[in-house]
Nanobody, 115 residues
Framework: QVQLVESGGGLVQPGGSLRLSCVTPATIISRNHMGWYRQAPGKTRELVASFINGGGTNYADSVKGRFAILADTSENTVYLQMNNLKPEDTAIYYC?????????WGQGTQVTVSS
């Protein structure tokens, strides 16, 4: 059973920032592209950001310029820095490999953006 453990979510006001962390097994982060995904209430899960092993990042248009993904293989951790948060960013955030694998989904971390 592969465990990817997300943390760092919480309640933040619009315009605020959060940094999410995802601890992964060393073999996962070193051999795969990594991604952050989110699922808002009543919506399907979507890819927010991806980190391409060896370099390169991609972002959904809705978060471009506000979010940044980083995969630190020395810490076996994938980060998602989220700035200028908006109410529409409210969702459960998950990390997984990219493309995702069904057997790698963890519990996620809740992010709520509200005044």
């Amino acid at each position: 059973q592969v465990q990817l453990v997300e943390s760092g979510g919480g309640l933040v006001q619009p315009g605020g920032s959060l940094r999410l962390s995802c601890v992964t097994p060393a073999t996962i982060i070193s051999r795969n592209h990594m991604g952050w995904y989110r699922q808002a209430p009543g919506k399907t899960r979507e890819l927010v950001a991806s980190f391409i092993n060896g370099g390169g990042t991609n972002y959904a248009d809705s978060v471009k310029g506000r979010f940044a993904i980083l995969a630190d293989t020395s810490e076996n951790t994938v980060y998602l820095q989220m700035n200028n948060l908006k109410p529409e960013d409210t969702a459960i955030y998950y990390c997984n490999v990219y493309p995702s694998r069904d057997d790698y989904w963890g519990q996620g971390t809740q992010v709520t953006v509200s005044s």
